[in-house]
């Protein structure tokens, strides 16, 4: 059974630019969390979406924002991309043991 | 509130010698805690997780963890490297308790480095 995919792998964009990043948990897994893996600033937790609804948020400015489909699936956008946004960006499902996670390989996010 | 410290980031040791890589936690509720590894250019991987039953756990590829609530760490230790090792390890915590299960807390990281 594949895991959690995640599209594009690489995306470049401009400043002021927005992006649109998609992920895809296992058939039938509810909940869908993004993280963001800056250089020099580590992986930090950015939404949680289960059952379609946002259920938390981490600490990133609204114009990150996001939504989960009915099929689970979620997209994460990013509106007047700043230089700094540069990362990768994970997707994550929970685990059968309902605390852990398992990650997607992300998306490089590059901009310019 | 909740987090993690990992105490070296940057570790280097030959290949065939013991890894140990040290983490200490933060949390006012009962802890679940993961060591992640990632590899270049890939996703995070799950190596092992305690989650309140046995305090020395054992996970994947010969990595294992011991829980110290005394002493707040939770060391990842393997007892001989291989070349594969080499990578990024996160020290992970989450907090067990109703309502709070959307955020895994990472440390900065330890990159190991295997000599050969």
């Known amino acids: 059974e594949a895991g959690v995919t995640q599209s594009p792998t690489h995306l470049i964009k401009t400043r002021g630019q927005q992006a649109t990043l998609r992920c895809s948990p296992i058939?039938?897994?509810?909940?869908v969390y993004w993280y963001q893996q800056a250089l020099g600033l580590g992986l930090q937790f950015l939404l949680w979406?289960?059952?379609?609804?946002?259920?938390n948020r981490g600490n990133f400015p609204p114009r990150f924002s996001g939504r989960q489909f009915p099929n689970y699936s979620s997209e994460l956008n990013v509106n007047a991309l700043e230089l700094e946004d540069s990362a990768l960006y994970l997707c994550?499902?929970?685990?059968?043991?309902?605390?852990?996670?398992?990650f997607g390989p992300g998306t490089r996010l590059t901009v310019l | 509130a909740q987090s993690v410290t990992q105490l070296d980031s940057h570790v280097s040791v030959s290949e065939g010698t013991p890894v140990l890589l040290r983490c200490n936690y933060s949390?006012?509720?009962?802890?679940?805690l993961f060591w992640y590894v990632q590899h270049p250019n890939k996703g995070l991987q799950l190596l092992l997780k305690?989650?309140?039953?046995?305090?020395l756990v054992k996970g994947i590829n010969g990595f294992e963890a011991e829980f110290k609530k005394s002493e707040t760490s939770f060391h990842l230790t393997k007892p001989s490297a291989h070349m594969s090792d080499a990578a990024e390890y996160f020290c992970?915590?989450?907090?067990?308790?109703?309502?709070?299960?959307?955020?895994?807390?990472f440390g900065q990281g330890t990159t190991l480095q295997v000599k050969p």
């Open positions: 994550a499902e929970r685990g059968p043991g309902y605390n852990e996670q398992f």
């Open positions: 058939s039938g897994h509810t909940s």
């Open positions: 979406y289960d059952e379609g609804e946002e259920r």
């Open positions: 949390s006012s509720y009962s802890p679940s």
């Open positions: 305690y989650t309140s039953a046995a305090t």
């Open positions: 992970v915590v989450t907090q067990v308790a109703s309502g709070n299960t959307g955020k895994l807390i």
